[in-house]
């Protein structure tokens, strides 16, 4: 009898143990169930923050851009495509249709003052800027002149273009114009102010790239605009303008031609007596750290040409320890690391020497921090837009370490 009853309490026993293993692994997956509902909500939610970040993100990026827009245009919206052909002027005002004045008439676009528009060849994406002169050109043409014409074409080019895009803008009034020659021809002009102040007094517009036709005498010389400020395009009406020059292509290529000079030879007993200094001068060099520009400007980028949207760019004015300044676009998604390579390459600097500021608020900037990746994880680059450079236009100082 007490064997019978020791055989059911084990199997009572038995039955209870199998039944608390159940209760456990139901409790375990239980759990488990929870875990990974706990996990989805997380991911969930983390899902909706970055969606909601990144509407907001894709909100002010079009903020800024309408901002930009409604500066460049002041509200007129004007743009179309029409078929150019060349008229017969001296300036760089152009003979639109009628229908031209009647879109701008609906805005009170002559309300805001001259009439200027930014000109784009649809076939190269070259970019100039224009006045009007008249309202009678043909349904869909554009009459152009001269210096507009060979301002949109590349420097061998037919005589036609197809189409170009001409679009209402506002321009800043340029102060400084820098203007390169193309032939030496050029230097034969005596009264160079009085020249150019005579020619370009009948133009409405300027931009980095045109192409100037300037006479003198009777003959014509063709200038390259090089730099301005304080944009790459301004207005030239009722503004007093520094005009410099540099030297002509011609001269520049005839330069780069020539042979390098060869190297001095120094007699034996002058390297005699100087071989205290020249030993040295080789210590002090094996200290210093060479330019190396061919590296550096194939590291770095091509500016962004002037067809680019405003609100892709960030134009930077450095000002050097010279007084000088140094002036370029960059596209705000680009590595921070292309504005020290472009110090340098101007410079011939060290590049790891350089540090520039902004003046309000007050900003520094070094190469070591912008050779820095952003995030911890290594993997997102700093460029202009996430290193608090968001901004059309900024002013810097250029400071170069010793």
């Known amino acids: 009898m007490f064997s019978e009853l020791d055989s059911r309490a084990k199997k009572l026993e038995k039955e209870q143990q199998k039944r608390l293993e159940v209760q456990k692994k139901q409790q375990a997956e239980k759990q488990k169930l929870d875990e990974e509902y706990k996990r989805q909500q997380l991911e969930l939610e983390e899902r909706a923050r970055q969606k909601k970040e990144l509407e907001e993100q894709l909100e002010e990026e079009q903020r800024l851009k309408n901002e930009a827009e409604n500066t460049l245009t002041g509200g007129v919206k004007f743009l179309c495509s029409l078929i150019p052909y060349e008229i017969d002027s001296e300036d760089d005002k152009v003979i639109l249709p009628e229908d031209s004045l009647n879109e701008l008439n609906a805005q009170n676009a002559i309300g805001n003052g001259v009439l200027l528009f930014r000109i784009t060849n649809d076939l190269n994406g070259k970019v100039s800027h224009c006045g009007c002169r008249e309202f009678t050109a043909p349904p869909h043409h554009i009459g152009l002149p001269r ?4 301002s949109l074409q590349d420097e061998v080019a037919s005589t036609s273009l197809n189409t170009v895009t001409i679009k209402y803008v506002r321009l800043s009034k340029c102060t400084y114009v820098k203007l390169r020659p193309r032939l030496n021809q050029f230097s034969k002009v005596t009264e ?3 020249c150019l102040e005579e020619n370009l007094v009948h133009h409405a517009t300027c931009t980095v790239g ?5 006479w003198y005498r009777g003959v014509a010389h063709a200038l390259v605009v090089v730099e301005m400020r304080p944009e790459y395009a301004g207005t030239l009406i009722e503004t007093d303008v520094e005009v410099d020059l540099e030297q002509s292509e011609e001269f520049l290529q005839h330069v780069q031609s020539l042979p390098p000079l060869p190297l001095p030879r120094i007699p034996y007993s002058a390297r005699v007596l100087n071989e205290s200094k020249l030993d040295a001068s080789i210590e002090d060099s094996s200290h210093s750290h060479a330019v190396d520009l061919k590296a550096l400007k194939s590291q770095l980028d091509d500016e962004p040409p002037a067809s680019t949207p405003s609100s892709d760019i960030i134009q930077l004015k450095i000002r050097t320890p010279s007084g000088s300044s140094l002036v370029r676009r960059f596209l705000r998604s680009a590595p921070l690391l292309q504005l020290f390579l472009f110090i340098a390459v101007e410079l011939k600097v ?5 540090q ?3 003046r309000m608020p007050k900003r520094s900037f070094d190469y070591a921090a912008a050779s820095r990746l952003q995030n911890e994880d290594k993997t997102e680059v700093r460029t202009f837009l996430n290193s608090d450079l968001n901004v059309p236009s900024e ?3 250029l400071t170069i370490t010793a």
């Open 147 to 150: 210096k507009v014409i060979d």
């Open 192 to 194: 160079v102010k009085r």
């Open 210 to 214: 045109d192409v100037l036709t300037v």
């Open 350 to 354: 060290d590049v790891e020497k350089i």
């Open 356 to 358: 520039v500021s902004t």
């Open 395 to 397: 002013a810097m100082i």
